[in-house]
């Protein structure tokens, strides 16, 4: 059992708790991209959801804790900092269980994101700066009012919420050798990384980053904390310069590797998503094919599967990197 501070029972719990709109999410193999990539590529596909991203699972996880602390004296209120899809994740899942959610996000968000918080009445605050401005922030908000401050990957429930989809993935019903993760801030990766570590070990569990966002990944590599001065991606839910210390200590636990990825890749791999699999992707949620078409010899013959993560993308953004694609017959 991987030594994390994740807990195998407590997962299996939240799936219990965990609207029902975000479990059991597809999972299907893809012809046509695998016969493109030269392997076998398996899609577990988290946009199909009232957020489009994975991030319900957490956020449904953290709003059950506070409704039912409210019914015992507890505050009903929450805060946290966001690139957009928490935030929307938090504003859904606080509207849901009756909760007063404030969103702090960089003035440079995505706007489609933001207009979707604002659409679900939570509280919106814009900052300059980039996301580690947003969650100084959100930390002000919190010690201010006294309410719940949520961070992601650090909040345990943000990562025992992803976790529930590495044990769709392990229920056995798909072979895969190797899985690709979208590695961020880390919920995800240290979520499903621990119970594939737990309950599938043979499969291979590697994170992707982008090389313009490389801070997490370069601190796995180097076994400790590597701050960045910059950030410069596409790949804003990923994007971040301040790794966590607990959450890159488990991720050192439970990946097998850390890969770098050039933003050409990326584009490539939302490209490929879209005509080859029919898939809106934000660009997060394609760092697994361009992890795929960075490095063909490594994945050859094998059986792997990406976590298409997120599809919160500005249109005219999409548009611009993806061009005229037109969708291919499987």
């Known amino acids: 059992m991987p030594g994390t501070r994740l807990d195998l029972d407590r997962i299996r719990a939240a799936r219990r708790v965990i609207g029902r709109e975000f479990l059991e999410t597809p999972q299907f193999g893809c012809e046509p991209l695998g016969r493109r990539l030269g392997c076998g590529v398996g899609i577990k596909l ?26 015992d004296g507890g505050g009903r209120a929450a805060v946290c900092a966001s690139a957009g899809n928490l935030g ?40 300059d700066g980039d996301f580690e401005a947003a969650r100084d922030r959100a930390v002000e908000i919190a010690r201010e009012r006294g309410i ?18 590495g044990l769709e993935l392990a ?20 979520g499903v990384g621990h119970v594939l570590k737990a309950l599938r070990p043979e499969v291979e569990v590697i994170c992707v980053q982008p090389a313009g966002a490389p801070a997490m990944t370069r ?22 310069r301040f790794p966590i210390p607990e959450v890159l200590d488990d991720l050192l636990q439970v990946a097998d590797d850390a890969v770098l990825v050039r933003e050409e890749s990326i584009v490539a791999g ?61």
């Open 171 to 190: 229920d056995g019903r798909s072979a895969f050798d190797a899985v690709l993760i979208a590695l961020g801030g880390g919920a995800m990766a240290t």
């Open 46 to 71: 988290e946009t199909a959801n009232p957020v489009r991203s994975f991030k319900g699972r957490g956020t449904d996880l953290v709003a059950s804790g506070l409704a039912s602390a409210s019914s």
């Open 148 to 165: 719940r401050l949520v961070e992601d990957s650090l909040d345990l429930e943000t990562c025992e919420g992803a976790a529930t989809i």
């Open 270 to 330: 939302m490209r490929l998503l879209l005509r080859d699999a029919g898939l809106v992707a934000e660009p997060s949620a394609a760092l697994g094919v361009a992890a795929l078409l960075e490095d063909p010899d490594r994945f050859a013959g094998r059986r792997v599967v990406t976590i298409v993560c997120g599809s919160n993308v500005d249109a005219d953004a999409y548009h611009r990197w993806v061009g005229p694609a037109r969708l291919t017959a499987p």
């Open 88 to 127: 929307f994740a938090l504003a859904w899942s606080g509207r849901r269980r009756g909760l007063d959610v404030t969103v702090v996000a960089s003035r440079s968000a995505v706007a489609a994101k933001l207009d979707r918080i604002r659409a679900l009445g939570a509280e919106l605050e814009l900052v």
């Open 219 to 240: 601190s796995w590599h180097e076994r400790r904390v590597v701050t960045t001065d910059s950030m410069d991606t596409i790949a804003d839910g990923v994007a971040g």
